[in-house]
Every structure is written in C-alpha cells, then in structure tokens.
C-alpha cells in the first residue's frame, strides 16, 4: 500500500490562517509583528528565501523591512545594523539570511543578535534554552518536522525516532525537540556504520544531510513516518530530497514530499516565531 502524504503546503496554509487571526489580534491592542530580514551578497538561492519570507510577512500584514547588503560589507557594518535593530521597537525579529560571505565570521553575528529577537533559533542562549526544556524561540525547520508529525496525529512520544544528520540548524535542534516530545531518538551522520540498519529501527525516520535520494526502501520500516528535510539540485535542475520518494512510498505509512513537505513550514515557523517575539515585547 502507498504511503499517506504528508502535505506540507496545505498544513502550512492553515497554520498561517491561525497566524493571521492572532496577529490581527495583536494588531488591535496596539502591536504590529515586525521582521527584517537582512542579505548579504548575491546568492541566487537566499535571494529567493528572502523575497519568500517577505512576501509571508505582507500577507500576514506584519511590518517587514529587507535589508540587501553588498557582498564586501565589512563584519563591522554588519554589526553596527544588527545593533540599530537591536533597539528597533518596531522590529521584534532579526533575520541574518545564511550563508554569509566568507569575510564575516557567523558566529559573531549569530551571537550579536538580541536572544529575545532570535527569530531563527540560532543563537548560543536559545540553543541552551532548548536543550534545558526553557520556553524560547524555536528553530523553525525543526519546529516545522514537529508540527507536521502532530498535526497529521503522529505525536512522537514513545517512538523511536531516528535523525539521520547533526548539523546545528537541523539535525541537532530536531534531535532535541523529539526528545522533548517524547520520543527514543537516535542521531546518525556520516560516520554512522550501519546506517541502513539503523534507519530500519525507526517508527519515525528524518532525513537531513543533504545527499540526493540516500534513503532506499531497504532503510525503512513498513509503515514509519519519513521526514525528508533534505533540498538537493538535481543536475537537471529539478529539487530532490535526501529520501528516494519513489522506492520509498510504498513502504512507508506516512512521508512528506520534496518539494511541498517540510519547505513550505520553515516560513510559517518564523512567522510565528515573530508573532511570539512580539507577543513577548508587551512585557
Ligand atoms: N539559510 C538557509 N536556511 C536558513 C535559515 O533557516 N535561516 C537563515 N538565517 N539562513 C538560512
């Protein structure tokens, strides 16, 4: 039997529809959620990401500011911005688009931005705060794996969830809000011996490592839930995911597609983080 899918576009939709009734509801106590998003240099890829988030903050009427900077900004102008914003009463979200030009350390500017306006998640304080089990601003693709799984009722609490990938924005964050909601997880990367074997345990299966298609059936549990968080081009151009969507779908019970599974919620998690933020602001 073929997979359920999991369609990231239509519950990223109805989430914004939540967004919109809170945040008008913001909007007549005086608080308009705002975000700037500020871009560095020319990638083709981020210039898209970032009208995209733009275009997600006029549709939810948000005050929203895009920064476009050109790829010789000094790591010391891009500090002075981040400061300005730092104390910007009408900005209650910071976003730095990633990657930077190699001439600017990330770190610096990760840390430099106000814990309170880290709509990313990203920095050192909101890390720890979600390792601790605190109430902070939550990585928004993680947090969008979260959301898919609850709201198609696949709630993570006592199943074995296997991440495959550890990076910092992804991998990592996941690993930890799965483990908050419960759930026996497993971290696998690249060093991983037996990873198929591995995968095949999982009741819940989350790609992120960015290689095209690395998930076969052999890796899957009949009926698991595959996450596929990997966006991968394709030399003919076409997006692909870290999972064989093809091989994979009649053996798994749930699985988001590429592209229309986990993309479309990354936005909509940094819209309501951006609500939060500014939610908080009240005091
Ligand atoms: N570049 C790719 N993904 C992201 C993201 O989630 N946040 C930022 N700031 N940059 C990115």
């Known amino acids: 039997m073929s997979a359920q899918l999991i369609e990231g576009k239509k519950i990223s939709d109805f989430i914004r529809e939540e967004i919109k009734l809170e945040a008008d509801r913001l909007k007549s106590e005086g608080v308009t959620p705002g975000l700037v998003v500020i871009l560095v240099g020319e ?5 898209v990401y970032v009208r995209n988030k733009a275009k997600a903050c006029e549709q939810l009427g948000y005050y929203s500011e895009v920064v476009r900077l050109p790829a010789e900004t000094s790591q010391q102008q891009l500090l002075s911005l981040i400061d300005r914003y730092n104390s910007d009463d009408k900005v209650n979200g910071i976003l730095v ?4 030009p190699k001439h600017i350390e990330e770190k610096a500017i990760i840390d430099a931005i106000a814990v309170e306006k880290d709509v990313d998640g990203f920095h050192p304080e909101s890390v720890g705060n ?55 997880v497993t971290i696998c990367h690249s060093r991983t011996p037996n990873l198929p074997e591995i995968a095949k345990q999982a009741d819940i299966l989350v790609a992120a490592v960015g290689v095209p298609k690395l998930v076969k059936k052999e890796w899957v549990k009949p009926g698991a839930v595959v996450i596929d968080v990997g966006v991968n081009r394709l030399p003919d151009g076409k997006l692909c995911g870290d999972v064989d969507f093809d091989d994979v779908v009649d053996t798994a019970g749930w ?15 940094l819209m309501a983080n951006t609500l939060k933020a500014a939610k908080r602001s009240r005091g």
Not at 97 to 100: E, G, R, S
């Open 130 to 184: 979600l390792m601790i089990g605190d109430d902070t601003l939550l990585p928004c693709t993680p947090a969008g794996v979260i959301e898919l799984l609850k709201r198609t009722g696949n709630d993570p609490a006592g199943k074995h969830a296997v991440v495959i990938g550890r990076s910092n924005i992804v991998g990592k964050p996941v690993a930890m809000l799965l483990l908050r909601e419960h759930a026996t």
């Open 43 to 47: 990638d083709p890829a981020s210039q």
């Open 255 to 269: 699985i988001t597609p590429v592209p229309g599974g986990v993309g479309p919620m990354t936005i909509t998690m």
């Open 97 to 100: 688009q990633l990657p930077l």
